[in-house]
Every structure is written in structure tokens, then in C-alpha cells.
């Protein structure tokens, strides 16, 4: 099953994991897509069963600037001039895709970053194109659309643009990358993620009373009971810190030789997840140095 309706005129379809994301649609008074990572043979195979195509697209949404999230924005807008719409903080980023890879940390300098591109430019193939935000979203917003109106919610962390959309009248929220998967998230994988942001993002979630939640990634989309979700997804953050106390326990000293434990990501033969992993970690060591569990002597962790 390439997609399903959650409601009336509200469609998901499904991208799945990364490099691909869960797309949703909204048919209204204007067919709204958001974060259009899924495959876009799939996006015009759905557009078709409601007797509509591509180019009758009137907005796109992005809920933060990651590649596998605003993948088609740019085809889309090319073929159907529909606007585009990001909050203030990835409008800037999306607009100048130099201030993106600096952003995700992948600047000049950086040897990964050719390594990157090309994982974008191979698996979310339109992500670097440049291309204009038509219209900027702040927290709090409302987007009316008929029968359906959208409420934007910011949710840093996982990046600091990071927004979550709820839908008000189906009182859904659409998650986005707090997407309860287990298996390749909590991500925090950049220089400027944040793990703190992160779990308040999770506890400004938990607090609100939603009839569900609509991930980003996972292949059964809704999940209703996401506080109960939310907290082992909260608690995988703490065990993937507790382990990384454990390696500086059993003597791994820098971030080297902690990330060589592959405690994240379960395989290290990718230099792109490589980076990934170390940029987690280091925020890993960074929340360990500041909870006083370790310090660092002679340019090595140890634990106290
Ligand atoms: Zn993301």
C-alpha cells in the first residue's frame, strides 16, 4: 500500500524511511502537499485516483530543511507554480542552498561534504536545486484551507528549524522527524542539533492532547498512543548515552575511539554516517561533561 486517508481529503503517502519520507496530502480548497520526500511516482499515482495531476499542486510545505523532506519542493513548484511555504528559520536556508550545507555542517572545509552530495544528488535527487520560499511561517501560525486548518508548531532539536504541523479539526499532529522510529532515530546528527531542545520538543508533544500522531518515517504512519511512543523514544536517547558512558568506562578516551564502538548506527562502512554518528556522540560527551559524570584530563574522557 503506497498510501492511506486519515480522514477526509487528508491522505498519507507513504515514503517510509530515510532517504525517502511520509507525505502528507491535503485535498481542500487547494491540494496542499506536505514535506514532498515520498517517491514522486507515487505522489502522481495518488493525484490520479482523485482525478488530479502534479501540476495542480497549489502549496508545499516544509516542515525543516533536510534533504529527504523537501526533496521534490523544487519540480513541484517548476511544474505546477504552486508556492512554497517554510517557517522563518528554513526559508533562508532553502533560498540559498551554500547556507544549507553550512547549516547541516557540511561546509567547504569538510571532506565529507562531496561524499554527502553525492548521497543527495543519488537518493534525493532535487534536494540541492535552488529555489525560492513564496511565503515564511512562524510558530503559532494558522494556514486555513476550507475544511482544514494547519497550525505550526516548533519543535527544535532534531535540527533547530524543526517544525511539527498539527491539523486542528482532525486534531492530529504531523510529526515530521520526532517520527517514533527506533530503528534509524532519535536523529540529532548535526553540529548544531541539540539533545535538550530535542526531548523538550518531546515533552511540548506529549503535553497536548492529540488523537494521534503522523511520523515522518515509519511505514504504519499513525500511531495513536504516541505519548506511551514517545517516551521509549525519549528513553532510546538516554540508553544511547548510557552506553556511551559505558565505552569511556571500558577506557575508549575521544571521540575516535568512542565512535569506533559504532553504538548509533550499527554499521560504520558509510563516511557519510560515520559523520553522522560523530557529530551524535560528540553531543552525547558534550551532555555527559555537563551532567558531571565525566571530565576531560589531558585531552581525554574519563569517567568520575
Ligand atoms: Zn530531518
Known sequence: MTHIELAQGLHVIIGGHFPKCNT?????????????????????AFLMTQNLNLNDIGTVIL???????????VR???LSRCRIAANDITAPLFNDKEKMKNFLGFHRANPVRPLWENLVNSKMFGALEEGRIDEELHNGDKFALGNNTLRMVY?????PDHMCIEILESNL???????????FGPF?????????????????????????????????PVIEDYKTALAAYQRHIGMREDLVLAEIMNGAGTIAEITLRAIIYPSLTDPVFLQ???????????????RGLIEEKKKRYVAL
Open 24 to 44: 502528507l496530502v491535503i485535498l481542500d480548497d487547494e491540494v496542499v502537499v506536505i514535506d514532498p520526500g515520498c517517491s514522486i511516482e507515487d505522489l502522481r
Open 188 to 220: 540529532y546528527g548535526h553540529p548544531n542539533s541539540s539533545i535538550s531542545d530535542f526531548k523538550d520538543s518531546i515533552r511540548r508533544l506529549q503535553h497536548n492532547d492529540y488523537n494521534g500522531l503522523i511520523s515522518g518515517h515509519l511505514q504504519t
Open 173 to 183: 499532529v504531523f510529526g515530521a522527524d520526532i517520527d517514533l522510529d527506533l530503528e
Open 155 to 159: 519543535t527544535p532539536g532534531h535540527l
Open 276 to 290: 553522522f554518528e560523530t557529530w551524535m556522540i560528540e553531543h552525547h560527551v558534550a551532555s555527559l561533561l555537563q
Open 63 to 73: 516542515s525543516h530543511i533536510h534533504p529527504d523532506h523537501i526533496t521534490h519542493a
Open 76 to 78: 513541484l513548484n517548476r
